[in-house]
C-alpha cells in the first residue's frame, strides 16, 4: 500500500506560482505511476498530470500544458507540480494519486489517494 500526503497548497494572485508536494510512504514508491488530479467546487474530479514509474513519460491536460511540470524523486519517495502563470480557473482542490505500474489519466485507474490540498487563485 501507499499513503500519500500532499503539501504547498495556498492562496495566489494570478500569473503566479506555486509548488505542490506529495509524500508517499512505503519502500515500494518506485513501482508507482504517480498522478496529480482537481476538482472545483460542483465539478467532477478530473486529471492534471501523470508520470510514469521511472520519469520517462509525462502527460499533462491540454488545459495545463506549458504551465505546469510533474517531477518524482524516487530517492525521497516525492512528486510535485510546478505551477506557473496561474490562472482563477485552476482554482480546485488538488490531489496526489498512484497507481501500480502504468501511468493512467484516468481518476477510476488510480487505486491510491492523498487528502487534497487547496489551491486558489485570485483575479
Known amino acids: 500500500q501507499v499513503h500519500l500526503v500532499e503539501s504547498g497548497g495556498g492562496l495566489v494572485q494570478a500569473g503566479g506560482s506555486l509548488r505542490l508536494s506529495c509524500a508517499a510512504s512505503?519502500?515500494?514508491?518506485?513501482?508507482?505511476?504517480m498522478g496529480w488530479f482537481r476538482q472545483a467546487p460542483g465539478k467532477e474530479r478530473e486529471f492534471v498530470a501523470a508520470i510514469s514509474r521511472n520519469s520517462g513519460t509525462t502527460t499533462y491536460a491540454d488545459s495545463v500544458k506549458g504551465r505546469f511540470t510533474i517531477s518524482r524523486d524516487n530517492a525521497k519517495n516525492t512528486v510535485l507540480l510546478q505551477m506557473n502563470s496561474l490562472k482563477p480557473e485552476d482554482t480546485a482542490l488538488y490531489y496526489c494519486a498512484a497507481r501500480l505500474a502504468v501511468i493512467t489519466r484516468n481518476v477510476g485507474d488510480c487505486a491510491y489517494w492523498g487528502q487534497g490540498s487547496q489551491v486558489t487563485v485570485s483575479s
Open positions: 512505503g519502500r515500494t514508491f518506485s513501482s508507482y505511476a
